[in-house]
C-alpha cells in the first residue's frame, strides 16, 4: 500500500534495535523501501535479536550490519534513528531526509549479566519495536497513500 516510500533506521552499531525495526517494518509492507545501518557497525547482527526475532517469525539470519557510509548519496522520505540517547546527542551523518524521528530504545546489553536477562529485554524491546513499527505504519505511511 505505501509504495515508493522509503525509510532508514540508524543506530550506532546495526546489530540489533535498527535491525529488528527494519525487519519488522517490512514485515507490515514488502513493498517499502527499508534499510538500516549503523554509525559505527559491528560484523555480526546479534544473535540473542535473531533469536527472539524468529520468535515471532521474522528470520534475521541473513541480515548484516551496514555502515551508514553505503547510505550517503540516497535520500530517504523517513530518517528513524533508533538507541538511547537523545536525538541531539546523535552524531547524524549528512543523510538526506524528507522527514526525521527518534525513537529511544534501551540497549538491552547494557547492564546485563546473563544470556537469559539479555533475552527476556530483547524480548521487550522487540515488542516495543513492534508497536511503534504498528503504529508508524498505520497512521503516518497508510495514511500517505490514500
Do not use: W
Amino acid at each position: 500500500m505505501a509504495h515508493g516510500i522509503s525509510v532508514f533506521f540508524l543506530s550506532n552499531r546495526n546489530s540489533c534495535r535498527s535491525q529488528m525495526a527494519e525487519a519488522i517494518l517490512k514485515s507490515l509492507d514488502k513493498d517499502l523501501e527499508i534499510y538500516s545501518a549503523g554509525l559505527d557497525p559491528v560484523d555480526h547482527v546479534s544473535p540473542i535479536a535473531i533469536e527472539v526475532m524468529k520468535d515471532i517469525g521474522i528470520d534475521l539470519q541473513p541480515s548484516v550490519p551496514k555502515c551508514v557510509d553505503e547510505f550517503i548519496n540516497r535520500e530517504f522520505d523517513y530518517l528513524i534513528t533508533v538507541g538511547e540517547g537523545t536525538l541531539e546527542e546523535l552524531k547524524i551523518p549528512p543523510i538526506r531526509y524528507r522527514r526525521k524521528m527518534h525513537l529511544g530504545f534501551r540497549s538491552p546489553y547494557k547492564n546485563s549479566k546473563s544470556h537469559e536477562e539479555i533475552r527476556d529485554k530483547c524480548m521487550k524491546v522487540r515488542d516495543e519495536i513492534m508497536l511503534e513499527m504498528r503504529y508508524f505504519y498505520d497512521h503516518i505511511l497508510k495514511p500517505q497513500q490514500g
